[in-house]
């Protein structure tokens, strides 16, 4: 839920200090609550900013996957094409002798920018950015020291860094590893100062890189990427008959690398690949918090004889290759567990008659389990983490000594107009050993907290973030690595599971039938929206009849003080993911406000064309939409009064929009310009004020500090009427 513009803001603040800020300093910087900045920073994850604590405080660093292309002549790619020694500032010879381009605003270059949200970086930005990120500008690396003796005659005389080379690219697998991980040692640092990196820099860069490769190595230890090397002691060793398999999709293996893997086992949602029956022993899967118990083997690796690792031809019958698919696919296809898949035997998906599927793996193929709703049934309570009869471990995924995994179709947040996909239920654990699912109170309380759906959405969003959220007077924080929730004021731990929501095969049959069982919840999208225009991401604008009282009901409040203006047309905003948000928002307020319902009301919001397709997507932002004044604080405005909002709209065009929102003003107080968010209604200070007014007696003027306060709910195109000629 970080709105990219605010995620670029905050990019262009850290790299214009240096790539590096203390939290306290980036907060004064930007303007934001450190609530807002601690949910921004962590809804979009250290794939963006990398929040590291030491003795001496919170520190965030710009992080990015921006690279600058290393190619001599690029035909076209997705990376920057700049001169490095141009951006370190030692290129002698100019852009026109220069055969690399020097131009960072180059069409081709601000497409790459705009892609990874950095368009409102200058060059000096940039330069912090890629110094800190892109392995490409480091010095050389000492290719003697990375062979297999690390025999470097050189030594510390060497004017090449003496650097694991795959640490420096996050992957290397050895957590223990011979070779230095160490860009700060005494010869490291003199050879990058050589090359233009200065000891910040340098030092950012080995905090990043310490990350990543702590990251890769609790990755391989928990299954999710594993590689499996395998050697032969020479050509006549490997058996006959054995198929060689490639790493999966997504895996990168440079090509001088490539004949060192022979075996690979990957592991994704609960999915064993397979691998080389006689260099590898079976695998247990894990799921979140689940741990592996069972460990592979592993052999130094050797290259073999090129030519010697050629896959052989296997059986090209359709049973083979459905097996094949399902071998390596997790998902089910819910066009055919619903009616009917058009793509049958070639779609990449599962085709399966319930929304799920146990399996267990027998060391060659995966089976299914007997019992299959049996299974599926305990597996939906999150009090069962076993079925002892038949030596089912859901902590470990492990049926006797053998792996299981579990099949299903898509989260039902990712597909909210579609029948038959997975709804997954969120719980945690109170002190008295039960399951409290999310959104639901527990006996004696008196306040719940998000619903299952909202924090579906945010751990699709990043399955290792961390978020934070506020139940009464209290602040979490949800961990979705660590499967744990945490009181931030008393540091009160609590575990949380995921489990699905359980659907028979009875229940199958009625919803394809139509009809549809009463424990399923419907959408939460209003009743009245186009069915057919919900995405799953983004928004779609569905133009209102004008013979419709929705339509009637906008026109008369734009008309009360518009009436010398025609309406051209309404448009509703569907954009599903912004409704639950608003409405999850609307739940908060309504328990902070024990139990009353909250004042809500339709509102007016002038702005340039230009940003309509932004805050239909992400919403308000006062940051990024601009501000036209911050005399009652610096939020987001809105208005009473078309007349008042007109004002702001775009002038110079002759068709003008403007917005209609639904805001939750809450309780309001008079706003002061010092404001950058409401202030304390209580003695505590725990309490706060939802909005800020013009006049706390009539307002015709609201604030709104909190974007998941409001809901863009239509736009109205209109225009001047002309003025009738009249002859006297």
């Given at each position: 839920?970080?709105?990219?513009?605010v995620?670029?803001?905050?990019?262009?603040?850290?790299?214009a200090?240096?790539?590096?800020?203390?939290l306290r300093?980036?907060q004064?910087?930007v303007?934001?609550?450190?609530?807002?900045?601690?949910e921004?920073?962590?809804?979009?994850g250290?794939?963006?900013?990398?929040v590291?604590r030491d003795g001496s405080?919170?520190?965030?660093?710009a992080?990015?996957?921006?690279?600058v292309c290393?190619?001599?002549?690029?035909g076209g790619c997705?990376r920057?094409h700049?001169?490095k020694?141009?951006?370190?500032?030692?290129?002698?010879?100019?852009?026109r002798s220069?055969?690399y381009?020097?131009?960072?605003?180059?069409a081709e270059?601000k497409?790459?920018?705009?892609?990874?949200?950095?368009s409102?970086?200058d060059?000096n930005?940039?330069r912090?950015?890629l110094?800190?990120?892109?392995?490409?500008?480091?010095?050389?690396?000492?290719q003697?020291?990375n062979r297999?003796?690390?025999?470097?005659s050189?030594?510390n005389?060497?004017?090449?860094?003496h650097?694991?080379?795959?640490?420096l690219?996050?992957e290397?697998?050895?957590?223990?590893?011979?070779r230095?991980?160490?860009l700060?040692d005494t010869?490291?640092?003199?050879?990058l100062?050589?090359?233009g990196?200065d000891?910040?820099i340098?030092?950012n860069?080995?905090t990043?890189?310490?990350?990543?490769h702590m990251?890769f190595?609790?990755?391989?230890?928990?299954?999710?990427?594993?590689?499996i090397q395998?050697?032969?002691?020479g050509p006549?060793?490997?058996?006959?008959?054995?198929?060689?398999?490639?790493?999966p999709?997504?895996?990168r293996v440079?090509?001088?690398?490539?004949?060192?893997?022979?075996?690979?086992?990957s592991?994704?949602?609960?999915?064993?690949g397979?691998?080389?029956?006689h260099?590898l022993s079976?695998?247990?899967?894990?799921g979140?918090g689940?741990?592996?118990k069972?460990?592979a083997?592993t052999r130094?690796p050797?290259?073999q004889?090129?030519?010697?690792?050629?896959?052989?031809?296997?059986?090209s019958?359709a049973?083979?290759?459905?097996?094949?698919?399902?071998?390596k696919?997790?998902?089910?296809?819910?066009?055919?567990?619903?009616?009917?898949?058009?793509?049958?035997d070639?779609?990449?998906?599962?085709?399966?008659?319930?929304p799920?599927r146990w399996?267990m793996?027998?060391?060659?193929t995966?089976?299914d389990l007997?019992?299959m709703?049996?299974?599926?049934?305990?597996?939906?309570?999150?009090?069962?983490?076993s079925?002892?009869?038949?030596?089912?471990?859901?902590?470990?995924?492990?049926?006797?000594?053998?792996s299981?995994?579990?099949l299903?179709?898509?989260?039902?947040?990712?597909?909210?107009?579609?029948?038959?996909?997975t709804?997954?239920?969120?719980?945690?654990?109170n002190?008295?050993?039960?399951?409290?699912?999310?959104g639901?109170?527990?006996?004696?309380?008196?306040?719940?907290?998000?619903?299952?759906?909202?924090?579906?959405?945010?751990?699709?969003?990043?399955?290792?973030?961390?978020?934070f959220f506020?139940?009464?007077?209290?602040?979490y924080?949800?961990?979705?690595?660590?499967?744990?929730?945490?009181?931030?004021?008393?540091k009160t731990?609590?575990?949380?599971?995921?489990?699905p929501?359980?659907?028979s095969?009875?229940?199958?049959q009625?919803i394809?039938?139509?009809?549809?069982?009463s424990?399923i919840?419907?959408?939460?999208?209003?009743v009245?929206?186009d069915?057919?225009?919900l995405?799953?991401f983004?928004?779609?604008?569905?133009?209102i009849?004008?013979?419709?009282?929705?339509?009637?009901?906008?026109?008369?409040?734009?008309h009360q003080?518009?009436?010398k203006?025609?309406?051209?047309?309404?448009n509703?905003?569907?954009?599903?993911?912004?409704?639950?948000?608003?409405?999850?928002?609307?739940e908060?307020m309504?328990?902070e406000?024990?139990?009353?319902e909250?004042?809500?009301?339709?509102l007016f919001h002038?702005?340039?064309?230009?940003?309509v397709e932004s805050i239909?997507?992400?919403?308000?932002?006062?940051?990024i939409?601009?501000?036209?004044?911050?005399?009652?604080?610096?939020g987001?405005y809105?208005?009473?009064?078309?007349?008042?909002?007109?004002?702001y709209?775009?002038?110079?065009?002759?068709k003008?929009?403007m917005?209609?929102?639904?805001?939750?003003?809450?309780?309001y107080?008079?706003g002061?310009?010092?404001y950058v968010?409401?202030?304390t209604?209580s003695v505590?200070?725990?309490q706060?004020?939802?909005?800020?007014v013009?006049n706390?007696?009539?307002?015709?003027?609201f604030?709104?500090?909190e974007?998941?306060q409001i809901y863009?709910e239509?736009?109205i195109?209109?225009?001047?009427?002309e003025k009738?000629?009249i002859?006297?």
């Amino acid at each position: 839920m970080s709105d990219p513009s605010v995620c670029s803001f905050l990019t262009k603040t850290l790299c214009a200090h240096g790539g590096r800020l203390a939290l306290r300093d980036l907060q004064q910087l930007v303007g934001l609550s450190a609530q807002q900045l601690e949910e921004t920073l962590s809804a979009v994850g250290p794939q963006r900013f990398l929040v590291q604590r030491d003795g001496s405080g919170v520190w965030v660093l710009a992080v990015s996957a921006v690279r600058v292309c290393v190619r001599k002549d690029c035909g076209g790619c997705e990376r920057l094409h700049l001169c490095k020694l141009h951006l370190m500032d030692k290129c002698n010879l100019g852009p026109r002798s220069c055969k690399y381009p020097h131009n960072i605003v180059s069409a081709e270059n601000k497409k790459v920018l705009k892609t990874h949200e950095l368009s409102s970086l200058d060059e000096n930005e940039l330069r912090v950015l890629l110094l800190q990120n892109d392995p490409f500008f480091l010095p050389d690396i000492c290719q003697l020291y990375n062979r297999k003796d690390s025999n470097c005659s050189q030594q510390n005389n060497c004017y090449k860094l003496h650097i694991c080379r795959h640490f420096l690219q996050g992957e290397c697998k050895f957590f223990v590893c011979k070779r230095s991980h160490n860009l700060l040692d005494t010869n490291s640092l003199k050879v990058l100062e050589t090359g233009g990196i200065d000891v910040k820099i340098a030092s950012n860069m080995q905090t990043i890189c310490n990350y990543k490769h702590m990251e890769f190595n609790k990755e391989l230890k928990k299954g999710k990427m594993l590689f499996i090397q395998s050697c032969h002691a020479g050509p006549r060793s490997h058996a006959p008959g054995k198929r060689q398999h490639q790493p999966p999709t997504g895996t990168r293996v440079k090509d001088e690398d490539r004949c060192h893997y022979t075996g690979v086992v990957s592991y994704l949602s609960g999915q064993l690949g397979t691998t080389q029956p006689h260099t590898l022993s079976p695998l247990t899967t894990g799921g979140s918090g689940e741990e592996i118990k069972k460990k592979a083997t592993t052999r130094k690796p050797e290259c073999q004889e090129e030519g010697k690792a050629k896959d052989k031809k296997g059986d090209s019958s359709a049973k083979a290759s459905k097996d094949d698919k399902e071998d390596k696919c997790d998902q089910i296809c819910v066009f055919y567990v619903w009616k009917y898949c058009k793509h049958k035997d070639k779609c990449k998906f599962v085709h399966y008659h319930l929304p799920y599927r146990w399996q267990m793996y027998d060391g060659v193929t995966w089976n299914d389990l007997s019992m299959m709703e049996e299974v599926e049934k305990a597996y939906c309570d999150p009090h069962t983490s076993s079925i002892a009869s038949k030596n089912i471990d859901f902590q470990t995924m492990t049926c006797c000594s053998s792996s299981v995994r579990r099949l299903s179709t898509p989260s039902s947040v990712t597909k909210p107009t579609f029948v038959l996909t997975t709804q997954w239920l969120w719980y945690w654990k109170n002190d008295k050993g039960q399951w409290i699912e999310y959104g639901e109170q527990a006996e004696g309380d008196s306040v719940s907290s998000p619903s299952s759906a909202v924090i579906e959405n945010l751990y699709l969003a990043d399955p290792d973030g961390t978020i934070f959220f506020q139940a009464g007077l209290y602040k979490y924080e949800l961990n979705f690595k660590e499967m744990t929730q945490t009181n931030t004021t008393y540091k009160t731990k609590r575990r949380v599971c995921r489990r699905p929501k359980f659907v028979s095969s009875e229940d199958v049959q009625k919803i394809k039938k139509g009809q549809r069982d009463s424990s399923i919840p419907n959408q939460s999208c209003p009743v009245h929206w186009d069915q057919s225009a919900l995405p799953d991401f983004g928004y779609k604008a569905v133009e209102i009849s004008d013979t419709t009282d929705e339509y009637n009901q906008i026109k008369q409040l734009f008309h009360q003080t518009m009436k010398k203006y025609s309406i051209l047309k309404i448009n509703r905003i569907q954009n599903p993911s912004l409704w639950k948000v608003f409405q999850w928002q609307k739940e908060q307020m309504k328990r902070e406000n024990g139990g009353k319902e909250v004042n809500e009301k339709l509102l007016f919001h002038g702005t340039k064309t230009s940003f309509v397709e932004s805050i239909c997507t992400h919403n308000f932002d006062w940051r990024i939409c601009g501000s036209n004044g911050t005399v009652y604080g610096k939020g987001s405005y809105f208005a009473r009064d078309a007349s008042y909002s007109h004002s702001y709209c775009e002038l110079t065009v002759k068709k003008k929009i403007m917005f209609v929102a639904r805001v939750l003003v809450g309780d309001y107080v008079n706003g002061n310009a010092a404001y950058v968010r409401p202030p304390t209604k209580s003695v505590d200070g725990l309490q706060f004020y939802d909005s800020c007014v013009d006049n706390h007696i009539n307002p015709s003027i609201f604030v709104v500090f909190e974007k998941y306060q409001i809901y863009p709910e239509f736009t109205i195109e209109y225009t001047e009427e002309e003025k009738k000629c009249i002859v006297s």
